[in-house]
C-alpha cells in the first residue's frame, strides 16, 4: 500500500467516525429536539431561508441554499461581508436564518445575527460549539458532534465541513417530505438537463396521432410491412374495432415469421397470413402520466426497444428508447 493509499484511507475513515458520530447525535438531546424544532420554523415561515457563512462553511451553506431552493423551500445565500455593507435589506421580516459556523465565533457573522435579534427573525445555528457566542444567541442552536478533521494537522476544515453538508441536506429532505414534494414538483424545479428530461411526462414528449403505426387483426403481412416501413419505430400496433390494443407486431417478429415461411411462395407469406396470426398479445405498455425516467427503466427491464402509450386500453401515444435517450433520460 502506497502513502497515498493509506492517507485516503485514513482521511476516509475520519469522516466514517464523524458521520457515526452525527447519527448517533441526532438520535439523542439536546440535537434530537434542535432538528425537529428547526424543521418546523422553516415549514412554517412565510419568506425565505437566509443562508449564511463565511469560508468553507460559507461554500457549504451556498450549496445548501441551492438545495433548498431545489427541493420545494425558497432560499438564497447572503455573503456575511455583502450584508454588513447593505444586504442586510434582504432579510425580511417572515424569513428564518440559518447560520453556519465551526467555531461558533465567526466575527463577521455577528452582524447578520445581530439584525435578527433586532427585528425578531428566528435565527438556527449550526456549530460545533455549543457555548460560542453566535450558539447562544440564537433561537435554535444544532450543534455538531466534536470531530477531528481529516487533515492530519487537525486545521483544515474536511469532516467538519462534511457534518454540516449532511446535517443541512438532511433537513432539506425533511422539508421535501413534509411538503409532499414529487417527482412532478422537481420537474418544475429542474427543466434542464439530464435530471429535467428524466422528470418530463411521457404525454409530453410521445409521438402520437397520425405517427402511430397501427392496423386492424386482419391485415395481411404485407400491410403490416407497410406500417412498419412507413413508421420506422419498429413496431406495429393492432387494434380491434374498438381501437383498443390487442398486440403488436415488431420487426423481429416480422424477420422470424419469414424465416419461417422459407418454403412458402412469397404471395403466399405476404398475403395469406394475417397480423394477429403473428402478433405478440398483452404487449408492454406505458401510462401517459408516466415520467420519462420510468418509461425508460420499463424498457430496458423487459428488453424492448419500443411500447405504445395506452389510455383505457387505447394507443395514445408511443414512445421508443432511442427517442428517451437522444432526449437525455437517464
Known amino acids: 500500500m502506497t502513502n497515498n493509499d493509506k492517507s485516503v484511507q485514513h482521511s476516509i475513515s475520519i469522516n466514517q467516525d464523524g458521520l457515526s458520530a452525527l ?17 418546523d420554523s422553516i415549514f412554517k415561515m412565510h419568506g425565505r ?71 425578531g427573525i428566528p435565527l438556527i445555528v449550526i456549530t460545533g460549539n455549543a457555548d460560542s457566542r453566535l450558539a447562544r444567541s440564537a433561537d435554535i442552536t444544532l450543534t455538531l458532534p466534536k470531530a477531528r478533521e481529516a487533515c492530519p494537522f487537525n ?31 422537481f420537474h418544475n424545479f429542474h427543466p434542464g438537463g439530464k435530471l429535467g428530461a428524466s422528470l418530463t411526462a411521457v404525454k409530453d414528449i410521445m409521438h402520437k396521432e397520425d405517427a402511430l403505426p397501427l392496423v386492424a387483426p386482419d391485415a395481411p403481412v404485407i400491410d403490416v410491412i407497410s406500417e412498419l416501413s412507413r413508421c420506422n419505430f419498429g413496431i406495429v400496433g ?59 427503466n420499463t424498457l430496458q427491464t423487459r428488453r424492448i426497444s419500443a411500447a405504445f402509450v395506452l389510455q383505457s386500453g387505447k394507443p395514445v401515444g408511443l414512445i421508443t428508447m432511442l427517442q428517451l435517450l437522444q432526449a437525455g433520460v437517464a
Open 155 to 185: 486545521l483544515a476544515p474536511t469532516t467538519s465541513t462534511m457534518l454540516q453538508l449532511v446535517l443541512g441536506d438532511a433537513l432539506a429532505v425533511a422539508l421535501l417530505e413534509r411538503r409532499n414534494f414529487d417527482e412532478t414538483s
Open 238 to 296: 393492432i387494434v380491434d374495432q374498438t381501437r383498443d390494443l390487442v398486440g403488436v407486431v415488431t420487426d423481429g417478429d416480422i424477420r422470424r415469421y419469414l424465416a419461417s415461411q422459407a418454403q412458402t411462395s412469397m404471395k403466399t407469406a405476404m398475403n395469406e397470413t394475417y397480423a394477429a396470426d403473428i402478433m405478440t398479445r398483452e404487449p408492454t405498455s406505458l401510462d401517459p402520466d408516466w415520467l420519462s425516467a420510468k418509461a425508460l
Open 49 to 119: 431561508l437566509i443562508v449564511t457563512g463565511l469560508g468553507k462553511s460559507g461554500h457549504i451553506g451556498s450549496k445548501l441554499a441551492a438545495t433548498f431552493s431545489s427541493t420545494g423551500t425558497p432560499a438564497y445565500f447572503v455573503h456575511p461581508s455583502e450584508a454588513s455593507h447593505g444586504d442586510l435589506g434582504m432579510i425580511q421580516s417572515g424569513d428564518v436564518v440559518l447560520l453556519l459556523s465551526w467555531s461558533g465565533e465567526t466575527r463577521e457573522l455577528t452582524d447578520i445575527a445581530s439584525y435578527t435579534r433586532r427585528f
Open 23 to 39: 447519527c448517533a447525535a441526532v438520535d439523542r438531546e439536546p440535537l434530537k429536539t434542535g432538528v425537529n424544532n428547526a424543521i
